[in-house]
């Protein structure tokens, strides 16, 4: 019975997958989920009490408070932006002699809370001496998008908190400089509100988790990832970096998660040393915490194959890639 189990689980390709004779290679994408500790407690009881992680929450909320811009600051961007939104409607009153003016028309989003405005103009400009490139235009009307939707749907506090340290880690590691704000974006909103009570979590917890899932290769090649929620057409947003970006993400989280497991939150948020810990092996409490290394390899140059030949498992990964706007 187990033999002809076995025979029909051969001729099937195994695990599901659809088995192609001709060239032994499957086809058509099966997305693996990530672990998330948050959606299985259950099935992992503690055996002990959960940890006090009160200094670690206390240093969350004290790094956020440096990172959140000042009142004086505050003042200065809406200053900018009312100059840059009375400059904007006086060109599209009287413009300048030198330019035809297509139906113009200006919209603009600021976010006083992260320190940045957008201004996008939705029609063509034409002028005798430049007009504005289709790509960036699409780049803006996409950055528009972004926001309203982080201003709809991430306006709770703990999510703010969580996107301001996500944005300072990706300046202090390396490893972690291919996350664009897009993507921390929607990476704290799903570490705080994705979980089984659908009540936000504390935001020690949610940092903690956040590593956690970078970690388990929630931005790797053929994992469910995050749809992005303004695309068409269930978009992966990792699919935006390539695979050595996203190999480099997930060893730079693996190092920083063991580092915070043994105490060295204050090393992470830069309390203390540099950051060097992601790079170079550190030793906490008798601990040796060593760096992961990367796994990608880029694949060697392969001479073309004619159109409709076969696609092997690690090209279906560089096809995954695409130029999407961040």
């Not at 092997?312 to 130029?323: L, N, P, R, S, V």
Request: hydrophobic share 40%; glycine share 6%; net charge negative.
């Amino acid at each position: 019975m187990r033999e002809a189990h076995t025979a029909r689980r051969g001729r099937q390709g195994g695990r599901g997958r659809p088995y192609n004779r001709g060239s032994q290679q499957w086809r058509g994408f099966v997305p693996h989920i990530p672990f998330d500790l948050i959606h299985c407690e259950n099935a992992f009881q503690r055996v002990k009490p959960a940890p006090d992680e009160t200094s670690l929450t206390e240093a969350l909320l004290k790094k956020n408070q440096e990172l959140t811009p000042s009142a004086a600051e505050q003042a200065a961007c809406l200053s900018l932006v009312t100059k840059v939104n009375t400059v904007l409607d006086n060109l599209t009153m009287a413009p300048p002699p030198n330019f035809e003016v297509v139906r113009v028309q200006f919209d603009y989003y600021v976010n006083i809370d992260d320190f940045f405005f957008f201004v996008v103009e939705t029609h063509y400009y034409f002028s005798k001496i430049f007009y504005i490139p289709q790509k960036m235009m699409q780049a803006s009307l996409a950055a528009i998008r972004h926001a309203r939707w982080s201003e709809e749907n991430a306006s709770h506090s703990s999510i703010k908190v969580l996107i301001r340290i996500l944005k300072y880690l990706r300046t202090r590691f390396v490893g972690l400089e291919p996350l664009n704000p897009w993507i921390i974006d929607l990476l704290a909103h799903g570490a705080i509100m994705q979980n089984p009570t659908r009540q936000p979590l504390a935001i020690n917890v949610a940092f903690r988790r956040c590593l956690a899932l970078l970690s388990a290769g929630l931005f790797l090649p053929r994992s469910v990832g995050i749809v992005d929620p303004c695309e068409g057409g269930h978009v992966r947003v990792h699919t935006s970096l390539t695979l050595e970006q996203q190999d480099q993400v997930a060893y730079t989280a693996q190092t920083l998660l063991r580092v915070l497991s043994h105490g060295g939150y204050k090393k992470i948020l830069g309390f203390e040393g540099d950051s060097s810990i992601a790079t170079e092996m550190s030793v906490w409490e008798g601990v040796v915490v060593t760096p992961s290394e990367k796994a990608y390899e880029p694949p060697p140059p392969q001479e073309e194959k004619p159109e409709g030949g076969d696609v092997t498992e690690g090209e279906a990964d560089e096809m995954e890639t695409q130029d999407v706007v961040s």
